[in-house]
């Protein structure tokens, strides 16, 4: 049995052709052939199957070990598919500091629907509970939240779910499978926006679910298929070659972020950090019971006075820009970027701020990324 690195070079065998390539190719094919009228065939129409995506969706099924995995055109065609497996009425739990575009999707698409949603600190177990209805049918949340990086354990809500019935959905984007991996922790359902670390190199939109039963993924296959949101060929085949480097780039972004918090912390400018690596925190506490690593992000909070927008685009290495998890690093300011789709009022009841920043490490020399950091903050002074 290979172990994980290998199984990130090395995907499933597809043995989809003789002529000893060692990768997949880009099929694109949007239809194939039947060699009868009744036949009974492997590949009919690319919406509903294509081999170089296939190739994608049984890897991400091996390295989280689940039964089978689903590849989306992004991320959160990704979480609409899943979603969709629920009916009129139904109720579910979800963090409360979710992605911004998740929000959107609730609060615009699915409530439409008459999904009903409750959004509550998933890190909290009792208010969890207290969440809880009749007619709940599952709960969601960020491994990781964002921007605020707080840690809700996956044990912990698995166990309230399965003692009440419901599905445990986990959205592991900021860990990958090589640093978390929900499915044996207790979810039955793990999705990512593969366009951050799984692809890595900020050149492709994609999404992908791994469910852990057979009864979960037909009802996932029939959404994906049936709504159409699918990875192209060639989409599919950039994830996959981002997936070979992801141990080797994960353990760059891991030693540079935590090279870039011990900076931090020495900096009077700032007045918070939001870090799950930082220990004597509830966090940590958490992660370092279920996680291989702390992740590759870290939020901070400048003090009150100081220009937080000054600060962001002072940056001449560290680019300003939404998105995460690839090679060169990147920060934004949450309030006006990634969660601007919440109100004001919404965004201070969870802890975002106009002084708060958001910095996705990349791999680059963490001494340049830290002098970058140093010349920003050297130029920023108290407003009168």
Same mark, same amino acid.
């Given at each position: 049995?290979?172990?994980?690195?290998?199984?990130?070079?090395?995907?499933?065998?597809?043995?989809?052709?003789?002529?000893?390539?060692?990768?997949?190719? &880009?099929?694109?094919?949007?239809?194939?052939?039947?060699?009868?009228?009744?036949?009974?065939?492997?590949?009919?129409?690319?919406?509903?199957?294509?081999?170089?995506?296939?190739?994608?969706?049984?890897?991400?099924?091996?390295?989280?070990?689940?039964?089978?995995?689903?590849?989306?055109?992004?991320?959160?065609?990704?979480?609409?598919?899943?979603?969709?497996?629920?009916?009129?009425?139904?109720?579910?739990?979800?963090?409360?500091?979710?992605?911004?575009?998740?929000?959107?999707?609730?609060?615009?698409?699915?409530?439409?629907?008459?999904?009903?949603?409750?959004?509550?600190?998933?890190?909290?177990?009792?208010?969890?509970?207290?969440?809880?209805?009749?007619?709940?049918?599952?709960?969601?949340?960020?491994?990781?939240?964002?921007?605020?990086?707080?840690?809700?354990?996956?044990?912990?809500?698995?166990? &309230?779910?399965?003692?009440?019935?419901?599905?445990?959905?986990?959205?592991?984007?900021?860990?990958?499978?090589?640093?978390?991996?929900?499915?044996?922790?207790?979810?039955?359902?793990?999705?990512?926006?593969?366009?951050?670390?799984?692809?890595?190199?900020?050149?492709? &939109?994609?999404?992908?679910?791994?469910?852990?039963?057979?009864?979960?993924?037909?009802?996932?296959?029939?959404?994906?298929?049936?709504?159409?949101?699918?990875?192209?060929?060639?989409?599919?085949?950039?994830?996959?070659?981002?997936?070979?480097?992801?141990?080797?780039?994960?353990?760059?972004?891991?030693?540079?972020?935590?090279?870039?918090?011990?900076?931090?912390?020495?900096?009077?400018?700032?007045?918070?950090?939001?870090?799950?690596?930082?220990?004597?925190?509830?966090?940590?506490?958490?992660?370092?019971?279920?996680?291989?690593?702390?992740?590759?992000?870290?939020?901070?909070?400048?003090?009150?006075?100081?220009?937080?927008?000054?600060?962001?685009?002072?940056?001449?290495?560290?680019?300003?820009?939404?998105?995460?998890?690839?090679?060169?690093?990147?920060?934004?300011?949450?309030?006006?970027?990634?969660?601007?789709?919440?109100?004001?009022?919404?965004?201070?009841?969870?802890?975002?701020?106009?002084?708060?920043?958001?910095?996705?490490?990349?791999?680059?020399?963490?001494?340049?990324?830290?002098?970058?950091?140093?010349?920003?903050?050297?130029?920023?002074?108290?407003?009168?």
């Amino acid at each position: 049995m290979s172990e994980f690195d290998t199984k990130l070079v090395h995907g499933k065998a597809q043995n989809d052709n003789n002529t000893g390539a060692v990768n997949v190719p &880009i099929y694109n094919s949007s239809t194939y052939i039947f060699p009868k009228v009744d036949a009974k065939v492997r590949w009919d129409y690319a919406r509903s199957g294509n081999p170089t995506r296939n190739s994608l969706e049984d890897q991400v099924a091996e390295l989280e070990e689940g039964y089978q995995g689903f590849a989306f055109s992004s991320g959160l065609a990704a979480i609409h598919s899943v979603f969709s497996i629920f009916s009129p009425g139904d109720h579910i739990i979800i963090g409360d500091t979710v992605y911004g575009g998740t929000f959107r999707l609730i609060n615009q698409i699915f409530k439409k629907w008459h999904l009903d949603f409750t959004a509550v600190n998933t890190q909290d177990v009792t208010a969890v509970k207290n969440a809880l209805k009749e007619n709940t049918k599952a709960i969601y949340f960020e491994t990781f939240s964002n921007p605020l990086l707080r840690v809700t354990s996956v044990k912990k809500i698995s166990k &309230i779910a399965k003692e009440n019935k419901l599905l445990t959905i986990v959205d592991n984007t900021f860990l990958t499978p090589y640093l978390q991996k929900p499915l044996k922790l207790g979810a039955d359902i793990v999705i990512h926006s593969a366009t951050k670390y799984l692809g890595g190199h900020s050149d492709v &939109i994609a999404g992908v679910v791994v469910a852990k039963n057979k009864e979960l993924a037909e009802q996932i296959y029939f959404n994906q298929n049936g709504i159409g949101a699918v990875l192209s060929p060639e989409s599919s085949n950039l994830i996959r070659r981002g997936i070979q480097t992801l141990a080797v780039r994960m353990d760059r972004h891991l030693s540079n972020t935590e090279k870039i918090v011990e900076f931090l912390q020495s900096r009077q400018e700032i007045k918070r950090i939001y870090f799950p690596g930082l220990q004597e925190t509830k966090d940590y506490e958490i992660a370092s019971k279920e996680v291989e690593g702390f992740g590759g992000l870290v939020s901070f909070e400048l003090q009150d006075g100081l220009d937080a927008i000054k600060f962001v685009e002072s940056l001449t290495l560290i680019q300003l820009a939404v998105s995460l998890g690839a090679v060169e690093s990147l920060i934004e300011l949450p309030y006006k970027m990634t969660h601007a789709e919440l109100s004001r009022k919404e965004q201070e009841e969870i802890g975002i701020t106009p002084q708060l920043v958001r910095l996705a490490v990349g791999i680059e020399s963490p001494n340049d990324l830290i002098a970058d950091i140093q010349q920003g903050l050297d130029l920023l002074h108290y407003q009168s």
